[in-house]
């Protein structure tokens, strides 16, 4: 934590946290108005690959909705959330850590796993709490072969 930020009241961990399960549930599901119910009208994501340099960036609710589009290469995807850390950092304004598992089953079977860390900052709207810009971080690849 930094001098200037706080942890979140309960009410407010659990609405953060709920962004982060969301994302997963609506990037899994392929359901494009829960995907964009998570976001700020505004809000950027910033993919980066596993070396760390920059990957792609997409803004807006039809950029970020390409999200989606992309991982139609992919019959089925599973994220699994887990940690997650969230501190205020000001009025109506926070920041969060989520490490997820994401699996990509392949056309082929086969599954890719790639452990992700999404680093957040997050706005609270008249809607609630909502991700106002992304940065995604895969750690490393792993591919496994068909059963």
Not at 105 to 133: M, Q
Request: hydrophobic share 40%.
């Amino acid at each position: 934590m930094t001098r200037t930020s706080v942890p979140p009241e309960p009410g407010d961990a659990f609405a953060l946290r709920r962004l982060a399960e969301n994302y997963a549930l609506a990037v899994d599901a392929r359901d494009p108005a829960l995907f964009d119910a998570q976001f700020t009208a505004d809000a950027r994501i910033v993919a980066h690959e596993a070396d760390g340099s920059l990957l792609w960036e997409r803004g807006g609710s039809a950029e970020r909705a390409k999200l989606l589009d992309d991982l139609s290469v992919f019959p089925r995807t599973f994220h699994q959330v887990g940690n997650h850390v969230a501190e205020i950092t000001g009025p109506d304004r926070a920041r969060g850590v989520t490490y997820c598992v994401a699996h990509h089953l392949g056309a082929e079977g086969g599954d890719l796993r790639c452990p992700v860390r999404y680093e957040d900052e997050y706005e609270r709207t008249a809607d609630g709490w909502r991700i106002a810009a992304r940065a995604v971080f895969p750690q490393w690849y792993e591919r496994s072969e068909t059963l």
